[in-house]
């Protein structure tokens, strides 16, 4: 099956830091996703991007299909974005979304 | 939109009972999936339906659990008996299609199997 890896594994940041995470893919994919796992558990979509950039308030997201990434990018920090940040795929020709094991998140006042 | 919706939130059961989970998809989604996830193992997809009929089960991890769609609004997984490496969250999400659609999660129903 598809191979999903996402890094960091783990991410500390001051509140109003930016980061990147990132997503690589082993195939080519029809929907990609990233949630955002809160600290109660719920998972949240934030973008449904298979391709191209959306940019949703602080967030934004942009996958590049034809060299097999995508990107997470999170301005200005807060503490409330703390959680698991999951990439998520459907491979061409599946039905199902394949999850990352994830970023862990903590923005730290 | 009320989302999908799960029930209970919390089931804290004693090993050897019967598990009854619930899920309501989003009106008009024609694809539902249970997920579990657990720290091991991260979140893995266990069976999924299109307009009601199981489509997937090879990730239903043995006899004890099964699954039912007996209409568009209204899923069920029950595990029996139940045993503590049961203990997991359980995500219900549906989609209005398969593959190129976004998939949306209820809360989940967090099981404790004692």
């Known amino acids: 099956g598809i191979q999903v890896e996402q890094s960091p594994p783990d991410l500390i940041l001051q509140e109003g830091a930016n980061s990147t995470l990132r997503c690589n893919f082993s195939?080519?994919?029809?929907?990609l996703q990233w949630f955002h796992q809160n600290p109660w558990g719920q998972l949240i979509n934030l973008f449904y991007?298979?391709?191209g950039t959306k940019q949703n308030g602080r967030l934004s997201a942009t996958t590049v299909a034809t060299e097999r990434y995508s990107l997470l990018y999170i301005s200005s920090s807060q503490t409330t974005d703390s959680g698991v940040y999951f990439c998520?795929?459907?491979?061409?020709?599946?039905?199902?979304?394949?999850f990352g094991k994830g970023t862990m998140l903590l923005v730290s006042p | 939109d009320a989302g999908v919706i799960q029930s209970p939130r919390h089931e804290v059961t004693e090993m050897g009972q019967e598990v009854t989970l619930r899920c309501k998809p989003i009106?008009?989604?024609?694809?539902l999936f249970w997920y579990r996830q657990t720290m091991m193992r991260g979140l893995e997809l266990l069976i999924y339906?299109?307009?009601?009929?199981?489509?997937?089960d090879s990730g239903m991890p043995e006899d004890r659990f099964s699954a039912k769609m007996p209409n568009a609004s209204f899923s069920t997984l029950k595990i029996q008996p139940s045993e503590p490496r049961d203990s997991a969250v359980y995500f219900c999400?549906?989609?209005?299609?398969?593959?190129?659609?976004?998939?949306?999660f209820g809360n989940g129903t967090r099981l404790t199997v004692t």
């Open positions: 999400a549906s989609s209005s299609g398969t593959g190129r659609s976004p998939l949306h």
């Open positions: 195939d080519s994919v029809n929907n």
């Open positions: 991007i298979p391709s």
């Open positions: 998520a795929l459907v491979n061409s020709g599946y039905s199902t979304l394949t």
């Open positions: 009106s008009g989604h024609d694809y």
């Open positions: 339906f299109n307009n009601n009929v199981p489509i997937d």
